[in-house]
């Protein structure tokens, strides 16, 4: 049934419980953890209140900090992962792009509302079809232009296509391809400076290209200077207020680019030429990032060293961190550091101060005399906007070194999440990474709570690979790669007894409590499962077998458990539960066709490994009786087809074969199951003898001579194909081409040897009968034999047999 059905939720629902769509039945609340390798962007507009934007997987995260509180806001817009982030001057529009499927661009301030959740405004889909990945996306400073760079450098070079995004078009406005010899692009900047908006900058594996956009001309131009011998550019951007761009490279060099003096006049809306200044060998590791902000240019290596230079490259300041991580972004506050600080008023019911003590206060302090000093014979104040600086583990801070102020914000994730577990009476939930950090967090207000560093042996295969809470909520167990248990008690997150415990040598990949606390079972890499039973605050093994391969158990009582295998899991009562390599199913059970009652959404762009069930509930938008299952059919409830097929139910009563001469007619809502079989032929479902018995079967241990309406149009529902409607000519041709039926050229249909497939083959028929449906529905193929008066409707299988017919003429009439 491929149209859209307007759908109503059932009435007296509040209406933020309102689903939004079929399609979409489950939504992402909260995620821990982004991804350090895409750029983060700092969007703050307030010094009193940090708006990050982070990558977390196929999510954006739209983080809050005010001092006090943080507030995660995730949105997903992409298919897979996403892998560059960008915004315009004002920090109100965003662009992401994912890998290869779309590139969106976000809203924060949609009709003004601060408070409102992001929306993606504007999707391409596919920018580079089949030709290769998407490799960076930037959007200009004053936000009307959006560049993206992709392709397959090492076959037909990158590309880069540009879009003026708001006037709509789907196509881009220009394209223009890259040297081969460049490689893939990194990354791309446009130039902050006023009356050169238009410009920007394309940094790419082993070169760096400049290049504009001409408004009037419509035209994209590029420009690469000359080589000298660099490889493995990381960052490069242009220096404000001036004509210089500057590069960094993994080997710790500089590379400065200036104004070509031979092309010193550039035509207007064209490229400026740049060509190389000099270099400069800054460290002897990887310079990452480098940005250009308030006068002073800024690098982060791998050293976790951070640098600020003039715009001449000389040095003026430079910071460690205490944990000495490489940095992988830089992001300045869009709002510039204030040249003094307001004095502080006194407030009432205070002791007041002395009138010296008074004025000393109300002065103002000039914020060169507390901003750090250059390293200048000068010793002249460096004065910088604050920013945002994230490290490969994960670690994010909020750095302002004019009042010498570090803050680390955002939950960290130094490691990934190789499992988790949620507690079974409290709303929480319990993560372990590849470091052995257990982190127990609030999911009612999505806060980390309680931590413990397990000393797992991260040489010797020893990460934890499983978690599981007992039922009584006092006990958590995790297995490890090595055969390690270990035992913490969560309520106080430290060490039970004298754990870690090991019963196998392999790992363990399941872990499982009894409904009492008492029992455990294990199983591990080779399908072995250890039943433990706990006395005291020690676990001993009560036994262990092998098995088949599993995907889950079950106790049925305190020593009794089932195993389920790889083909389906099982793992509630009330719900059917199962994942794929990407995807989430949920099914509530019984399964009766109730469209309502499964689930189904995208979970993680590359792979699942592991899922666990805290509460569905979507059958109190489903209705009542009819509603739900009417929304499979055609128009809904309200439409055609349904009234239809309703008729239908009643005009069966009154047919020939039910009336008893001049009796009176009695009609009743249920229909005699005898019946049954033929009214669905008759409402478009053509089922086979085989499918005729199953749903008779079915029928039958309904214990129940008569079906109502409603038990039909279930049946109907659930025993048709999956294609929800009769065989189509294109199916009856595939079909009879392929058991033989059709002629040397495939043109014809040859009768005699479809009736005598038929009589061998699959649901096997009387020929006699095929032989009375052929005669009936094609009489021409069968008149030169009824002429000879000849029983025999065999005349041979040529192109000129009688008993042949076309099969285009074939399909129709069956069809």
Same mark, same amino acid.
């Given at each position: 049934?491929?149209?859209?059905?307007?759908?109503?939720?059932?009435?007296?629902? *509040?209406?933020?419980?309102?689903?939004?769509?079929?399609?979409?039945?489950?939504?992402?609340?909260?995620?821990?953890?982004?991804?350090?390798?895409?750029?983060?962007?700092?969007?703050?507009?307030?010094?009193?209140?940090?708006?990050?934007?982070?990558?977390?997987?196929?999510?954006?995260?739209?983080?809050?900090?005010?001092?006090?509180?943080?507030?995660?806001?995730? &949105?997903?817009?992409?298919?897979?992962?996403?892998?560059?982030?960008?915004?315009?001057?004002?920090?109100?529009?965003?662009?992401?792009?994912?890998?290869?499927?779309?590139?969106?661009?976000?809203?924060?301030?949609?009709?003004?509302?601060?408070?409102?959740?992001?929306?993606?405004?504007?999707?391409?889909?596919?920018?580079?079809?089949?030709?290769?990945?998407?490799?960076?996306?930037?959007?200009?400073?004053?936000?009307?232009?959006?560049?993206?760079?992709?392709?397959?450098?090492?076959?037909?070079?990158?590309?880069?296509?540009?879009?003026?995004?708001?006037?709509?078009?789907?196509?881009?406005?220009?394209?223009?391809?890259?040297?081969?010899?460049?490689?893939?692009?990194?990354?791309?900047?446009?130039?902050?400076?006023?009356?050169?908006?238009?410009?920007?900058?394309?940094?790419?594996?082993?070169? &760096?290209?400049?290049?504009?956009?001409?408004?009037?001309?419509?035209?994209?131009?590029?420009?690469?200077?000359?080589?000298?011998?660099?490889?493995?550019?990381?960052?490069?951007?242009?220096?404000?207020?001036?004509?210089?761009?500057?590069?960094?490279?993994?080997?710790?060099?500089?590379?400065?680019?200036?104004?070509?003096?031979?092309?010193?006049?550039?035509?207007?809306?064209?490229?400026?030429?740049?060509?190389?200044?000099?270099?400069?060998?800054?460290?002897?590791?990887?310079?990452?990032?480098?940005?250009?902000?308030?006068?002073?240019?800024?690098?982060?290596?791998?050293?976790?060293?951070?640098?600020?230079?003039?715009?001449?490259?000389?040095?003026?300041?430079?910071?460690? *961190?205490?944990?000495?991580?490489?940095?992988?972004?830089?992001?300045?506050?869009?709002?510039?550091?204030?040249?003094?600080?307001?004095?502080?008023?006194?407030?009432?019911?205070?002791?007041?101060?002395?009138?010296?003590?008074?004025?000393?206060?109300?002065?103002?302090?000039?914020?060169?005399?507390?901003?750090?000093?250059?390293?200048?014979?000068?010793?002249?104040?460096?004065?910088?906007?604050?920013?945002?600086?994230?490290?490969?583990?994960?670690?994010?801070?909020?750095?302002?070194?004019?009042?010498?102020?570090?803050?680390?914000?955002?939950?960290?994730?130094?490691?990934?999440?190789?499992?988790?577990?949620?507690?079974?009476?409290?709303?929480?939930?319990?993560?372990?990474?590849?470091?052995?950090?257990?982190?127990?967090?609030?999911?009612?207000?999505?806060?980390?709570?309680?931590?413990?560093?397990?000393?797992?042996?991260?040489?010797?295969?020893?990460?934890?690979?499983?978690?599981?809470?007992?039922?009584?909520?006092?006990?958590?167990?995790?297995?490890?790669?090595?055969?390690?248990?270990?035992?913490?008690?969560?309520?106080?997150?430290?060490?039970?007894?004298?754990?870690?415990?090991?019963?196998?040598?392999?790992?363990?990949?399941?872990?499982?409590?009894?409904?009492?606390?008492?029992?455990?079972?294990?199983?591990?890499?080779?399908?072995?499962?250890?039943?433990?039973?706990?006395?005291?605050?020690?676990?001993?093994?009560?036994?262990?077998?092998?098995?088949?391969?599993?995907?889950?158990?079950?106790?049925?009582?305190?020593?009794?458990?089932?195993?389920?295998?790889?083909?389906? *899991?099982?793992?509630?009562?009330?719900?059917?539960?199962?994942?794929?390599?990407?995807?989430?199913?949920?099914?509530?059970?019984?399964?009766?066709?109730?469209?309502?009652?499964?689930?189904?959404?995208?979970?993680?762009?590359?792979?699942?490994?592991?899922?666990?069930?805290?509460?569905?509930?979507?059958?109190?938008?489903?209705?009542?009786?009819?509603?739900?299952?009417?929304?499979?059919?055609?128009?809904?409830?309200?439409?055609?087809?349904?009234?239809?097929?309703?008729?239908?139910?009643?005009?069966? *009563?009154?047919?020939?074969?039910?009336?008893?001469?001049?009796?009176?007619?009695?009609?009743?809502?249920?229909?005699?199951?005898?019946?049954?079989?033929?009214?669905?032929?008759?409402?478009?479902?053509?089922?086979?003898?085989?499918?005729?018995?199953?749903?008779?079967?079915?029928?039958?241990?309904?214990?129940?001579?008569?079906?109502?309406?409603?038990?039909?149009?279930?049946?109907?529902?659930?025993?048709?194909?999956?294609?929800?409607?009769?065989?189509?000519?294109?199916?009856?041709?595939?079909?009879?081409?392929?058991?033989?039926?059709?002629?040397?050229?495939?043109?014809?249909?040859?009768?005699?040897?479809?009736?005598?497939?038929?009589?061998?083959?699959?649901?096997?028929?009387?020929?006699?009968?095929?032989?009375?449906?052929?005669?009936?529905?094609?009489?021409?193929?069968?008149?030169?034999?009824?002429?000879?008066?000849?029983?025999?409707?065999?005349?041979?299988?040529?192109?000129?047999?009688?008993?042949?017919?076309?099969?285009?003429?074939?399909?129709?009439?069956?069809?």
């Amino acid at each position: 049934m491929g149209e859209l059905v307007e759908y109503n939720p059932v009435e007296n629902v *509040q209406p933020e419980e309102h689903i939004h769509h079929r399609c979409h039945p489950l939504h992402l609340t909260w995620v821990s953890g982004f991804n350090p390798r895409v750029s983060l962007l700092n969007v703050s507009t307030t010094r009193e209140r940090k708006e990050l934007v982070l990558a977390s997987g196929n999510t954006l995260l739209f983080y809050c900090y005010d001092g006090e509180r943080e507030k995660i806001t995730p &949105v997903i817009g992409h298919k897979n992962v996403v892998n560059m982030i960008g915004c315009d001057g004002s920090g109100r529009f965003v662009v992401s792009s994912d890998c290869s499927y779309c590139i969106n661009v976000w809203d924060r301030d949609i009709g003004g509302e601060s408070n409102h959740h992001p929306i993606a405004i504007r999707t391409i889909f596919e920018p580079f079809k089949a030709n290769g990945d998407i490799g960076a996306v930037a959007l200009s400073r004053d936000g009307k232009y959006l560049l993206a760079g992709g392709g397959m450098p090492d076959e037909q070079g990158s590309h880069l296509k540009l879009w003026s995004w708001t006037v709509g078009n789907d196509f881009p406005d220009d394209t223009i391809t890259l040297p081969t010899r460049l490689g893939r692009i990194k990354t791309i900047h446009f130039c902050p400076d006023r009356g050169r908006r238009n410009q920007f900058v394309v940094t790419l594996d082993s070169g &760096v290209a400049f290049g504009a956009w001409d408004a009037k001309e419509q035209k994209l131009s590029i420009q690469v200077p000359k080589r000298h011998g660099f490889q493995d550019y990381n960052d490069t951007v242009f220096v404000e207020r001036t004509d210089r761009a500057v590069s960094v490279t993994g080997a710790g060099m500089a590379v400065l680019w200036s104004n070509d003096r031979k092309f010193s006049d550039r035509p207007e809306g064209g490229v400026q030429r740049k060509e190389f200044l000099k270099y400069l060998h800054l460290k002897y590791a990887s310079i990452n990032v480098v940005r250009s902000c308030d006068e002073k240019i800024v690098t982060g290596d791998d050293d976790g060293e951070i640098r600020f230079y003039d715009n001449s490259m000389k040095i003026l300041y430079w910071f460690k *961190q205490e944990d000495l991580e490489p940095i992988r972004t830089l992001s300045f506050e869009l709002v510039e550091t204030r040249q003094s600080i307001p004095p502080v008023e006194p407030i009432e019911g205070d002791d007041q101060p002395s009138k010296e003590e008074s004025t000393e206060k109300k002065r103002v302090v000039n914020i060169e005399d507390i901003a750090p000093k250059d390293v200048s014979f000068e010793a002249r104040p460096v004065i910088v906007r604050g920013f945002v600086s994230a490290t490969k583990s994960g670690k994010i801070y909020d750095i302002d070194i004019v009042y010498n102020k570090i803050q680390e914000l955002f939950l960290q994730s130094p490691s990934i999440i190789t499992a988790f577990d949620v507690h079974s009476v409290r709303s929480e939930l319990c993560t372990c990474d590849g470091n052995g950090r257990f982190v127990v967090y609030d999911l009612k207000t999505n806060s980390m709570r309680l931590a413990l560093d397990v000393p797992i042996q991260r040489t010797r295969r020893g990460r934890i690979t499983t978690l599981a809470y007992s039922p009584c909520g006092t006990f958590l167990a995790g297995g490890a790669e090595n055969g390690y248990l270990w035992m913490v008690e969560p309520n106080l997150m430290i060490l039970a007894g004298s754990s870690p415990f090991q019963f196998t040598n392999e790992k363990i990949r399941l872990v499982l409590f009894s409904e009492d606390s008492k029992y455990l079972t294990c199983v591990d890499e080779s399908n072995m499962i250890i039943l433990l039973h706990r006395e005291k605050d020690d676990w001993q093994v009560t036994g262990h077998c092998a098995t088949h391969r599993l995907t889950d158990l079950a106790f049925l009582y305190a020593t009794d458990f089932v195993s389920i295998g790889e083909d389906r *899991q099982l793992p509630g009562e009330d719900y059917f539960l199962f994942i794929t390599n990407n995807n989430i199913y949920v099914h509530h059970l019984p399964i009766d066709g109730n469209p309502f009652k499964y689930l189904a959404v995208r979970g993680h762009p590359k792979r699942l490994k592991g899922l666990q069930v805290t509460w569905t509930d979507n059958m109190k938008h489903a209705g009542t009786g009819l509603d739900p299952f009417c929304t499979l059919l055609p128009g809904g409830k309200r439409g055609c087809y349904v009234r239809e097929i309703l008729s239908l139910f009643f005009y069966n *009563q009154i047919s020939p074969k039910n009336s008893d001469g001049d009796a009176e007619l009695t009609l009743r809502d249920a229909m005699n199951v005898q019946d049954v079989p033929n009214y669905m032929r008759s409402i478009g479902f053509h089922m086979s003898e085989y499918e005729e018995q199953n749903l008779c079967k079915e029928m039958e241990l309904t214990g129940t001579y008569f079906l109502t309406f409603e038990e039909v149009l279930k049946l109907f529902l659930n025993h048709r194909t999956a294609a929800g409607g009769p065989p189509t000519s294109e199916d009856i041709r595939t079909a009879v081409t392929f058991i033989g039926a059709a002629t040397s050229s495939g043109n014809n249909v040859d009768l005699v040897q479809l009736i005598t497939l038929l009589a061998s083959m699959g649901e096997l028929m009387d020929p006699k009968i095929s032989e009375m449906y052929c005669r009936i529905l094609f009489p021409s193929a069968f008149e030169g034999n009824k002429q000879e008066n000849s029983s025999d409707p065999g005349c041979g299988t040529g192109e000129d047999c009688t008993n042949c017919i076309g099969i285009e003429e074939f399909s129709d009439k069956l069809c």
